[in-house]
Structure formats: C-alpha cells, structure tokens
C-alpha cells in the first residue's frame, strides 16, 4: 500500500499530464459514441419519446388531455426532443444527432464538476471510465431519455456541488434539477435532498437557515426560486390533469379522480425471481465503475477532517443510495419491465462516478477491519451474482460441449462414477437437468474462487516481504485490484461489453429514412392510419397522418376492459377501440415482426389491398413495412 500512495502521490503532481490523458479519453468517447449513434436499430421507446414528442411540440396534441396521448412520463421527456425536431426537422437522425450532443455535454459537466472535487488526475480518471463502458454509451446513444437525464444531473451537480456556488449557479441548478425531475418522475428525490445540502453547505450559524443569517444560507433561496419556476412551473401549466401521473406512483384517496379506468393489462409477464436477480447483477456488470466505485468509496471512506468536499461526498452518497433503491423498485419490484433496471441504471450511473471523485484522493487506503471485511464480503456477493448473469455470456465463450464434458468427469471420492451420475442418484435428476444446473454454477464457484484466492495471494506476498501492517490489509487491497481491473475490462463481453442487442453491422439511419420518403409518397396528410409496428420512429416522416394513440405503445397500451370512453380518454386502447378505427383508417401500417396469419387484423385485411412492401428498416428483417390501402 506504500507503494500504491507513493504512486498517487507522484502522479498527482502532473497536472498537465492528467489534461493530456482526459484528452485522449475524450476523443476516444466522441469516437466510439457516434459509432453507437448509427450502428443501433431504433427501439420502441426511442420512437415514444420522438413522435409523441412532435405530437405534443407541435401543437397536434397537449400533454394529459383528454382522449390524447398516454402520458406514462413527465411531459417534458417527450416535449424536450419534440422541440429539437421542430427546430432541426423531424426524423431518426435528428434525435440521434441530439443524443449524441447530450453525451458530450454530459461527460463534459461531469468531467469539470469531479475536476473541481478531486482535482485534474481524478477527472481524467472518470472520463476514461465513461469512455470504458460500452453499454452506458450504447444506452444513451438512442433518443430516449437516459442521455437527457444524464446531461441535466451532470450539471445541475455541476452547478450547485461545492462551497459558494454564485447565486446565478444555483438558481440554474435548481431550474435544471426541475427539469430533471419533469423528465424523469423517479428522480423527485433530487429535489428537497438538493435543498437540504445546499442550505446546509451554506449555513453560517446553527440557526434554521433563512433565519437571522441570510447572508450564506440565503443561497438556498436561489435554488429553490429555479425549482419553483420548472418544476412549479410545468404543473401549473398542465394542472390537474397531471396529477393522473402522480396518481400512478400515490395511489392515495384524494387522488382517486384521477386514477386510471378499471382495466386488465394485457402485458403481464410475471417474470420468475431468477429473471429479477439477474436484472439486479446486470445493472453492476454494465455500470461497474459506478457501482462497484461507489462501494469502494465505502469501504475507503476518508478519515475525519481528510475530506475537502464531505457534505458533497455526503450529498452524493445519499442521491445515489435513494436513486438506486426507487429505480430498483420501478422495475424489480414490478412485473412490466423487470429487465429494465441497468437501463434505469444509466439516468444517474454519473453520481457513482462523481463520488468516486469526490473522496479518491483522500482515501483511507488502510480501512478499519470491520469496513475492508464488510466491504470484501459485499464485493465477493456482488461478483457471484455478476457471474450468474453472465451465464450466457460465459457458455458463449467455452468451447462446444464444455458442460457435457465437464459433468462426464468422475466425481472425486465417488470412484468411478460420474459428475452427473451422483447427482442423478441423489436427487434423480437427469444429465440434462444437470448440465444446465452446471451452466449456472461453474461461473458462480469459478468466480469466488479466483476472489477468495486473491487475498491469499496477497498475504503470501507480503509475508515473504516482512511486512505485517500491509498484510493485515490484504482484503483491502483484493477490492482496490478487483475494482481497478473490473473498471479496466469494463469493455469485455463479461462486463459492459455484453450489451449488444440492438446493434447492427452498418450506420441506420438511412433505412429508417429511406422507408419513410417511399411510405410519405403513399400516404397523404391527413389520412387516417391504423398503426401496428414497433418502433413510430417510422411516423415521423409521415406529416399530418391521423393516429389512434393507444396504438403507439403497442401491447403496453392495450387494456381487457368494456369502458371504451375511459380507455380512450387516458390514452390506451382495446378490442373494440381497434376495430372501430379500422374501420375508419384509410391505411394500415403493419411491421413483420407482428404479421400473424391466425391474428384478428390479417382477417380484416380483406377490405384492404397492399400496395408497398419496404426494405427493412435496418439489419432485422422483421423490421419490413407492409402498407395496406383501402379498396
């Protein structure tokens, strides 16, 4: 661990170096980010925030009206990229191009905000984290909401954490911690926790702040006069009906004019616990410098008195926490997207980072022992969990019949009998049964085993060195190598690098609007459009097309429920509500992907005749459009 310091020490003495570093990390992000930019097929919650965004940007819609759009997010998720398309023109390339600068924003605020926190190397490190992680910049690639919410927490930190913050910095702050919020509803924690920390930053006395000294504390003023514009602001601007939001997350009685209508879900997966556990493990594996450099943080807590920015540190550490518990429960503890929580991930994965920024250079490198055990013990859980979500990953990588082989073997102390054969005996499974029950547990025992072994490693070493106070730290230094290494190969197809489904070999974007120009030269404004595809990307190059807008979520809109006028009114759609549009539609838009021979709409389509059948629209060929026209 001397050495380690000694290296610190060192380093940090370069300042000049670690901007040349940050540099290259920089470039290296920008580089990979436009990569991901164009080579990603567009995804049904990308086409959400893009064309309901124009709907609502231009007028054609307003957010919470009645027998309108479904408004499952706060309006200025989607208003935010409608005004971007109506500044810059509707389409993919737009958004994508949108999301691309909020990537380079982000990293910047974040980049200069940790700069400010623990100094020029620790940035550097964190823009090389960022630039190390594939999936968080796959994630935020698209034109959904993760790159927004990334960009608007970044600096919003960068506004408001640190000691004296200008009046004019916090009053931003707390206009874009508004936003956020107006973005992404989960995040309303942000809010008074803000509060708190700012007042608390600057308070000059023990008095309540705002009383008696107002000199410091009055800070907080501004801050809250910024929340109250945006965040006030927008629900001024579309009360009630927004409380039908609220009403979703606070089902309490004096909400009940604005619950949802009675109604059976048709999108009711009921995913098993293992479903859950490895969405939870997944979430480490693709942000694991933020994760796990938070429990690091943890178990290297600085010192009393060693830490410059501590109520930041603190700040930070309670954000996280609080984020991290209300997106797990969002998707976790529900049933409709469970698989969701490391995309959930990506909206404040930064905070991670910046408190890993704000106490590294302080870190107390020789922890307390209960702290370096605590710390190892939750490290070696969190790792066997990474490994059993890697299962896939990890058959993938082995050669062809690895398992079978592997449970061929003879099973030591049972003579000649096989792996498979004593459990076959003991619990009367088959070798079936027991090589996929292998394919889970290999990488779980290979895991713990390479993590137990570390530190025996290390001690053995340091015995040899003579050195009894660095070997009683040797759990200390299995997390500090674990974590550095982790971070390093965050890239790998066990980590980050796994995130992958919805890549394709070649840019996009000049599918989707390939597909869009010979749809456009077919169906005129103002026609009326019966919509089942995936993704309504492809309806933005439809200008003044009429929708029936609970056809847009697909299957997560459509409800079980005879009360057509209440489905109608909130934004959903069903049976009956379908066919009274089909037969007013001029057109019907149908996706491969949800062309069914045995299904209702092909039985309907006798009324219509086909007249274009497109290329795909990217590298899915279940991405074709086929368009129906009325005879």
């Not at 009630?240 to 009403?247: Q, S």
């Not at 030591?412 to 394919?439: C, H, S, Y």
Request: hydrophobic residues 50%; positive net charge; charged residues 10%.
């Amino acid at each position: 661990m001397a050495f380690l310091r000694n290296l610190i020490q060192s380093v940090r003495q370069k300042p000049f170096l670690a901007d040349v570093l940050a540099l290259i990390g920089f470039g290296l992000y920008t580089v990979l980010m436009w990569g991901f930019v164009h080579s990603q097929y567009s995804v049904l919650d990308e086409g959400l925030y893009l064309y309901k965004g124009l709907l609502l940007a231009s007028g054609q819609y307003v957010p919470f009206q009645d027998n309108g759009l479904w408004m499952n997010q706060m309006p200025l998720s989607y208003l935010i990229p409608g005004w971007i398309q109506l500044l810059f023109g509707p389409g993919l390339l737009t958004g994508r191009m949108f999301a691309f600068s909020l990537s380079l924003l982000a990293i910047l605020g974040l980049y200069f905000t940790s700069r400010r926190l623990g100094g020029s190397w620790v940035a550097a490190l964190l823009v090389w984290a960022l630039a190390l992680n594939p999936a968080a910049m796959r994630m935020t690639a698209m034109a959904a909401s993760q790159g927004l919410v990334a960009c608007l927490l970044a600096w919003t930190m960068f506004l408001s954490l640190g000691r004296k913050r200008a009046n004019w910095q916090l009053f931003l702050a707390g206009l874009l911690a508004g936003v956020t919020v107006m973005v992404r509803i989960n995040l309303i924690l942000l809010l008074p926790l803000l509060v708190l920390y700012v007042f608390f930053e600057n308070r000059s006395s023990p008095k309540f702040p705002g009383f008696g000294h107002l000199g410091e504390a009055g800070r907080g003023f501004w801050l809250l006069a910024g929340i109250l514009i945006s965040f006030g602001g927008v629900h001024l601007l579309y009360w009630p009906n927004i409380l039908r939001l609220w009403a979703r997350w606070l089902p309490l009685p004096l909400l009940a004019p604005f619950f949802a209508p009675e109604h059976i879900p048709s999108w009711s997966p009921e995913p098993p616990i293992g479903f859950r556990l490895a969405s939870f493990f997944l979430a480490f594996r693709y942000h694991f410098a933020a994760l796990v450099g938070a429990l690091t943080a943890f178990v290297f807590w600085p010192k009393k008195g060693r830490l410059h920015e501590e109520k930041s540190a603190i700040f930070l550490v309670v954000f996280l926490l609080s984020s991290f518990l209300l997106h797990a429960w969002a998707a976790l503890g529900n049933e409709y997207c469970v698989f969701c929580f490391p995309t959930y991930t990506a909206f404040y994965s930064g905070i991670g980072l910046l408190l890993v920024a704000a106490t590294l250079s302080s870190w107390d490198l020789n922890p307390p022992a209960w702290r370096a055990w605590t710390g190892f013990i939750a490290l070696l859980l969190l790792l066997a969990g990474m490994a059993y979500s890697a299962e896939g990953t990890v058959r993938g990588l082995l050669p062809e019949n690895f398992y079978r082989r592997l449970v061929t073997l003879p099973m030591p102390g049972f003579g000649n009998a096989q792996i498979w054969q004593v459990f076959a005996n003991k619990l009367g499974l088959e070798m079936r049964a027991v090589t996929d029950a292998a394919q889970i547990i290999f990488p779980v025992i290979l895991t713990v085993g390479t993590v137990l072994l570390l530190p025996l490693i290390i001690r053995f070493t340091i015995r040899l060195s003579a050195s009894k106070s660095v070997a009683q730290s040797a759990f200390a230094s299995s997390f500090l190598i674990i974590t550095f290494l982790g971070t390093l190969f965050s890239p790998s197809p066990l980590l980050a690098g796994e995130y992958q489904g919805y890549d394709c070999p070649a840019d996009t974007l000049p599918g989707y609007e390939t597909v869009g120009a010979a749809l456009a030269e077919r169906i005129p404004p103002g026609s009326k459009l019966y919509w089942d595809g995936y993704s309504p990307v492809t309806l933005l190059y439809l200008p003044g097309i009429q929708i029936l807008p609970g056809q847009l979520h697909g299957a997560y809109s459509f409800r079980i429920s005879d009360d057509d006028a209440g489905l109608r009114r909130y934004g959903w759609t069903n049976q009956s509500l379908n066919e009274q549009w089909l037969a007013e539609s001029d057109f019907v838009l149908l996706e491969a992907r949800n062309l069914d021979p045995d299904s209702w709409l092909s039985g309907q389509l006798s009324a219509f005749e086909l007249v274009l059948e497109t290329a795909p629209q990217s590298c899915e060929s279940s991405s074709i459009m086929y368009l129906y026209r009325r005879k």
